[in-house]
């Protein structure tokens, strides 16, 4: 039987596996940290509010975890400001070389203890796990992905164990993982009969090899993640997430040419990130740490990839 998730592993993360060689998300697919400034503007709003609920303490930590070439733990560092920003500490974390983004410290595991927020964008979706064809019995797939004879199915047992040993990291905030995903009824429902194994390259998507030439993903079951992780625990879209965040891109009836240019591309950003069967089916998975959920983000609709 092939093992197919030590396969993934080493034509990701080997010695000359995609990622571990430096290939960063940037060169291969388009992601929210590369559409604009906007999501790290949104998670800083997410981050104040940590801090509030902390009491501001002398330290607050900003952990970007599978964080690629630092898009996103540079904008969160170079926006923050005032007192946030002079006692934030930014960290990214990623199996690949280190990169000289200014004011984030880098390295290659999980800090032992973090004190503020933990995010995982689009990390999950790249963590290893078994792909198979049904009939197959397996605990993890009569919980949450019951396989018929020819159906394919990604075991996510691995991903589950990822989440869980990341936001055990957290002492006191939050961990959020931003990932494109999917729910149990509709795995159920046969939604995912054929999986959703996959592979890009060079802005494409292409038949998945496991010879280090590709990123090879799957959509992450983030309701068994949710599980796994355990503790209070909400999950809804990147677009209600976003609107709760102060993110409408709403273009100003008036102004000069310039100013509402300059808001009518803001718009444009704000609009791909929420967009419905884009960007803003993305789930949500926010754990509050000694933090309530309710005062980091309000009651919002459910998540429905």
């Known amino acids: ?13 080997g010695p000359s596996g995609f990622f571990a060689r430096g290939e960063v998300p940037a060169d ?13 503007e949104a998670l800083l709003v997410l981050l104040d509010r940590v801090d509030l609920a902390l ?19 540079g904008a969160v560092r170079s926006l923050a400001s005032g007192s946030l920003g002079a006692r934030l500490v930014v ?22 203890s973090v004190h503020g ?30 396989v018929r004879e020819g159906e394919r199915a990604e075991i996510g047992e691995p991903r ?15 961990a959020l993982a931003v990932d494109y995903g999917h729910l149990r009824d509709d795995r159920v429902a046969g939604r995912y009969a054929r999986g959703t194994f996959a592979a890009y390259r060079g802005g494409r998507r292409v038949e998945p090899v496991f010879d280090g030439t590709c990123d090879l993903t799957a959509h992450v079951a983030l309701d068994a993640c949710a599980e796994a992780a355990g503790g209070e625990w909400v999950l809804v879209s990147q677009r ?15 102004g000069d040419g310039s100013a509402w240019l300059a808001a009518a591309e803001r718009a444009s950003r704000v609009a791909e990130l929420r967009a419905e069967g884009g960007l803003g089916s ?11 959920v309710p005062a980091l983000l309000p009651p919002l609709p459910p998540w429905r990839p």
């Open 1 to 13: 039987m092939v093992d197919s998730e030590a396969l993934w592993r080493e034509a990701l993360y």
């Open 28 to 40: 291969h697919f388009r992601t929210a940290p590369l559409v604009g400034p906007e999501l790290a």
């Open 55 to 73: 009491g501001r303490p002398a330290r607050l930590d900003f952990v970007d975890v599978g964080a690629g070439g630092g898009e996103l733990a």
């Open 91 to 112: 960290t990214a974390v990623d199996v690949g070389p280190a990169r000289s983004v200014p004011g984030v410290r880098w390295r290659s595991d999980l800090p032992s």
């Open 117 to 146: 927020l933990l995010v995982g964008h689009e990390w999950l979706d790249a963590v290893p796990c078994p792909v198979v064809t049904g009939p197959c019995a397996h605990p993890w797939l009569d919980r949450w992905w019951p």
């Open 160 to 174: 589950d164990s990822a989440w869980a040993g990341a936001v055990s990291r957290v002492a006191r905030g939050a």
């Open 240 to 254: 209600d997430a976003l609107a709760a965040l102060g993110l409408s891109g709403e273009v100003p009836r008036t």
């Open 282 to 292: 993305f789930g949500w998975l926010l754990h509050g740490v000694g933090v309530p």
